[in-house]
């Protein structure tokens, strides 16, 4: 007959195994759930730093886009200092050209100088350069230049007489101001 060895394992040695099976589950029950919840920042932090890369894209492009601007405006107005230069040859054909007596005017010499005087002023229309009106029209600080004042009893104060030299634009902004006088 056998004898039946005694058993060293009781049912309370199983206890621990199952335990140690049972805190493996927790785990990774624990695992998992931190890994979600790291999944979950990771996600928030990828969405934050699109939203960042996409605003400073944007800032970038905007950027880009005033420079382009700025850089198209300084090439727009670029040439008002040659320009400034070469304004004074005109006012002297104006000047000439007042001067002449009619009888000289039809002198195909003083023909030519005008045709110059022409040439001129329509290559400066075609740099965007245009006349400032003022004759008869109120005084405008921020285009005329005020070099006498005259007192008249027929017209309003403050209205332009004449023009001593005349102002001009370049694309709509002052490129130099017309002097003249007006009544008080």
Known sequence: MESKKPSFASPSAKAPADKRASDGKRKKELNIEDFKKKLEECRKQKEEYLAGWQRA????????????????????????????????????????????????????NIKGLLQIKTQLSGFLK??????????????????????????????????????????????????????VKISK
């Open 57 to 108: 894209r944007a800032d970038f492009l905007n950027y880009k886009k005033k420079e382009m601007e700025s850089i198209g405006e300084l090439i727009k107005y670029a040439s008002g200092g040659l320009i400034l230069k070469i304004l004074p040859i005109l006012d002297n054909f104006e000047i000439v050209e007042k001067k002449i007596s009619t009888n000289l005017k039809n002198d195909e």
């Open 126 to 179: 075609n740099q965007g350069i245009e006349e400032i009106k003022c004759l008869g029209e109120k005084f405008d600080p921020n285009l005329h230049e005020v070099v006498e004042g005259v007192e008249l009893k027929d017209k309003e104060s403050g209205i332009v007489i004449e023009e001593i030299r005349k102002g001009y634009k370049i694309h709509g902004k002052v490129l130099r101001p017309t002097k």
